[in-house]
């Protein structure tokens, strides 16, 4: 299947300042890439959805200038935490969509960034 | 988006095979239904997904209803490797979103 990478994987940052994850689909382009949080034992919560080119659209009680999506191109999607506070420590997942012209399009996930706002 | 219902947890023992079915009533016609695997700490992994029908793969097979209000996911033989939690999506075909349910947690013992 399609690979999708995030990087870091794991990161520490002190309250008040701003991390940026990088997500990328490494064997195909991806018009639209999404991402998640999870926090542990629970599902993964949808936060917002990035396309190429436009505004991302963010899930009702995401704050967009907290979490700023920048989709530049087919292949990146960066997602930028603000000015982080302790309850922003979670597991940042991001997914990029495969296919299109009729076909099912498939999900693929990247293996997720570990966020911990000391 | 279609809400989906699944066990919280099933049990089974190595070499068994394992069905777990997701109830999605209220899919609509552009929707389809995708199976991830998840383990901690780790993103989802895709494993099957389908519109109707019978659909298989290496690793699984995936049974759909003529009237798609529900999937099975079945899984061949499985060993204590597949120890992970499951989610059923349904997945808009224009909107490409889907939601996450809370998933099944399937615990394979020796």
């Known amino acids: 299947g399609a690979v999708v990478s995030q990087h870091p994987s794991w990161v520490i940052c002190k309250s008040g300042t701003s991390v940026k994850i990088e997500c990328r689909s490494l064997?195909?382009?991806?018009?639209?890439m999404f991402w998640y949080r999870q926090f542990p034992k629970q599902s993964l919560m949808l936060m917002a959805t990035?396309?190429?080119?436009?505004?991302?659209?963010?899930e009702q009680g995401v704050e967009k200038d907290k979490f700023l999506i920048n989709h530049a191109s087919l292949t990146l999607s960066t997602l930028t935490v603000t000015s982080a506070h302790p309850e922003d420590s979670s597991f940042y997942i991001c997914?990029?969509?495969?296919?299109?012209?009729?076909?099912?399009?498939?999900?693929?996930f990247g293996p997720g960034t570990r966020l911990t706002v000391l | 988006l279609a809400k989906t219902t699944q066990p919280i947890s099933m049990d089974s023992y190595e070499g068994q095979e394992v069905n777990i079915t997701c109830s999605h009533n209220?899919?609509?016609?552009?929707?389809?239904i995708t199976w991830y695997q998840q383990f901690p700490s780790q993103g989802p992994r895709f494993i099957i997904q389908?519109?109707?029908t019978k659909v298989t793969n290496e690793v699984a097979s995936l049974f759909i209803p003529a009237d798609r209000k529900s999937s099975t996911l079945s899984l061949p033989r499985v060993s204590l490797s597949d120890t992970a939690v499951y989610y059923c999506?349904?997945?808009?075909?224009?909107?490409?979103?889907?939601?996450f349910g809370d998933g099944t947690t399937l615990t394979v013992k020796p």
């Open positions: 997914s990029a969509r495969e296919g299109g012209g009729g076909s099912l399009q498939t999900q693929y």
């Open positions: 064997d195909f382009q991806a018009t639209t």
């Open positions: 990035s396309n190429e080119g436009s505004k991302a659209t963010y």
């Open positions: 209220n899919i609509a016609t552009n929707d389809y």
């Open positions: 389908g519109y109707k």
């Open positions: 999506l349904v997945v808009n075909t224009n909107a490409g979103k889907s939601t």
